[in-house]
């Protein structure tokens, strides 16, 4: 369990970063749709305990609903 909470950690800590720091000169589409793939690739890691196939379809599904809301 202490292995799943560090990868949640990390990878919050990444997304918050790459939040305020390479969304600078993005539009605001592509601020949505990162943000939305980061919250998502979490809380894939979560839900699935930490497997890189429930990881990367909650960034592929976050991605896309992020730049979905832009519209």
């Keep these: 369990m202490k292995t799943i909470q560090k990868v949640t950690v990390s990878a ?3 997304a ?4 305020t720091v390479g969304c600078s000169g993005m539009s605001q589409r592509d601020q949505n749709t990162a943000v939305g793939a980061g919250v998502g690739a979490v809380g894939g890691a979560v839900l699935t305990g930490g497997s890189a ?3 990367v379809g909650g960034a592929a599904v ?3 609903i992020g730049n979905q809301i832009s519209k």
């Design 16 to 19: 918050m970063i790459l939040g």
């Design 12 to 14: 919050m800590a990444a």
């Design 62 to 64: 976050g991605g896309l």
């Design 53 to 55: 196939i429930g990881t």
